[in-house]
């Protein structure tokens, strides 16, 4: 594959990946191999009670060939907060780091050069033997890094967003949204399949009980000049390293940046002058043009346009990634 191909996001892996396996209480060396299928016996924990969890982080291609991976200590950290509570061997830091070295160092000729980047894919499954442990934890487990060269997430780049506003479902169980586990986007695939069929939308914002969470893939930002609204951390919904890089920014920056919970009317009132957006490692910092509920349409700051605000505070975020701002909050690490 050359740099200058831009497949959709996911469909290509690099040529390697690490593998190591949890087993007898401990973790195995880990090895770097060329990713293949893996051998998988049919009883397999994760296959039958869903024992799996993964990550999502990405690393940046700089001129003089050094790779900066953004901000892994987190992404680490919150792979093994997700493993707790879905009670599987949580990986070793510095394994888990070394792997994702190991992997880049290896295949850093398919890193694409900016506006693209390698994105790693941590994934960790538990692979006990045993169609009966549906109450029993999985004691054996493979944990694996995937790298795959990316570019924008959303087809159109940076076209405005629609949205569907859901206020009767939830995108998961609510003490789960905070765990990156693979049943959770398998819950939020049925209903938004349905938004789109019937609304024409890209994604759903989930607001059970109107009060407003996330996306299936990313979290939820109103934004206006010098203000920033998101609903507080609690076990809901995914606690997003985007979200607190923008605000930890914004915060820099003077912006007043308000974390609480709010409600559906409350974002419709101010989406008609103000901004709203989703954060995530994969949508970066995506404007949302239109919020569509059961009772109609409402374009974003009337004209349903990317605003001015979102722009800027994505192009202060890839600025650092990228290196052409400086990294003054030892967000990189380079390899
Ligand atoms: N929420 C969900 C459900 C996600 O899948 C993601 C993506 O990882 C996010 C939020 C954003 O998290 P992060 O910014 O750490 O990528
Ligand atoms: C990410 O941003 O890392 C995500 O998890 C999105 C992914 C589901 C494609």
Same mark, same amino acid.
């Given at each position: 594959? !050359?740099?200058? @191909?831009?497949?959709?996001?996911?469909?290509?892996?690099?040529?390697?990946? &690490?593998?190591?396996?949890?087993?007898?209480?401990?973790?195995?060396?880990?090895?770097?191999?060329?990713?293949?299928?893996?051998?998988?016996?049919?009883?397999?924990?994760?296959?039958?009670?869903?024992?799996?969890?993964?990550?999502?982080?990405? &690393?940046?291609?700089?001129?003089?060939?050094?790779?900066?991976?953004?901000?892994?200590?987190?992404?680490?950290?919150?792979?093994?907060?997700?493993?707790?509570?879905?009670?599987?061997?949580?990986?070793?830091?510095?394994?888990?780091?070394?792997?994702?070295?190991?992997?880049?160092?290896? +295949?850093?000729?398919?890193?694409?050069?900016?506006?693209?980047?390698?994105?790693?894919?941590?994934?960790? $499954?538990? %692979?006990?033997?045993? $169609?009966?442990?549906?109450?029993?934890?999985?004691?054996?487990?493979?944990?694996?890094?995937?790298?795959?060269?990316?570019?924008?997430?959303?087809?159109?780049?940076?076209?405005?967003?629609? $949205?569907?506003?859901?206020?009767?479902?939830?995108?998961?169980?609510?003490?789960?949204?905070?765990?990156?586990?693979?049943?959770?986007?398998?819950?939020?695939?049925?209903?938004?399949?349905?938004?789109?069929? #019937?609304?024409?939308?890209?994604?759903?914002?989930?607001?059970?009980?109107?009060?407003?969470?996330?996306?299936? &893939?990313?979290?939820?930002?109103?934004?206006?000049?010098?203000?920033?609204? %998101?609903?507080?951390?609690?076990?809901?919904?995914?606690?997003?390293? !985007?979200?607190?890089?923008?605000?930890?920014?914004?915060?820099?920056?003077?912006?007043?940046?308000?974390?609480?919970?709010?409600?559906?009317?409350?974002?419709? @009132?101010?989406?008609? +002058?103000? #901004?709203?957006?989703?954060?995530?490692? @994969?949508?970066?910092? &995506?404007?949302?043009?239109?919020?569509?509920?059961?009772?109609? #349409?409402?374009?974003?700051?009337?004209?349903?346009?990317?605003?001015?605000?979102?722009?800027?505070?994505?192009?202060?975020?890839?600025?650092?990634?990228?290196?052409?701002?400086?990294?003054?909050?030892?967000?990189?690490?380079?390899?």
């Amino acid at each position: 594959m !050359t740099t200058q @191909a831009r497949p959709a996001f996911g469909t290509v892996l690099t040529d390697h990946m &690490a593998v190591a396996e949890f087993r007898d209480g401990q973790w195995s060396p880990f090895e770097v191999r060329p990713v293949g299928p893996l051998p998988m016996h049919p009883a397999a924990h994760v296959l039958h009670y869903g024992s799996e969890c993964f990550e999502g982080f990405k &690393a940046y291609r700089r001129p003089d060939g050094r790779i900066a991976i953004f901000r892994m200590s987190r992404h680490v950290e919150r792979m093994r907060q997700s493993a707790r509570q879905l009670v599987l061997p949580e990986p070793d830091p510095q394994q888990f780091a070394d792997m994702v070295r190991a992997v880049i160092d290896r +295949d850093r000729a398919q890193v694409p050069e900016a506006p693209g980047a390698l994105y790693l894919r941590p994934m960790l $499954i538990g %692979t006990t033997q045993n $169609i009966g442990a549906a109450a029993t934890p999985s004691g054996e487990a493979l944990f694996i890094v995937l790298a795959s060269p990316v570019w924008d997430y959303f087809a159109g780049g940076m076209k405005p967003l629609r $949205i569907f506003v859901e206020e009767r479902t939830t995108r998961t169980a609510s003490h789960l949204g905070v765990v990156k586990t693979g049943g959770n986007y398998a819950a939020a695939l049925g209903p938004t399949l349905a938004a789109r069929r #019937e609304y024409g939308v890209d994604q759903v914002l989930f607001c059970p009980g109107g009060e407003v969470q996330e996306t299936g &893939a990313a979290n939820f930002l109103l934004i206006r000049e010098g203000k920033i609204l %998101t609903r507080s951390l609690d076990s809901t919904f995914l606690h997003g390293v !985007t979200r607190d890089s923008l605000l930890t920014m914004a915060r820099d920056l003077g912006f007043q940046v308000e974390e609480r919970v709010f409600t559906v009317a409350e974002m419709l @009132a101010w989406v008609k +002058d103000g #901004e709203a957006a989703l954060s995530g490692t @994969a949508a970066v910092l &995506a404007g949302v043009g239109t919020l569509v509920t059961r009772d109609g #349409e409402h374009r974003v700051a009337g004209t349903g346009e990317v605003g001015p605000v979102t722009r800027r505070l994505r192009a202060a975020l890839v600025g650092i990634q990228t290196g052409e701002n400086p990294d003054t909050r030892g967000w990189l690490e380079y390899v």
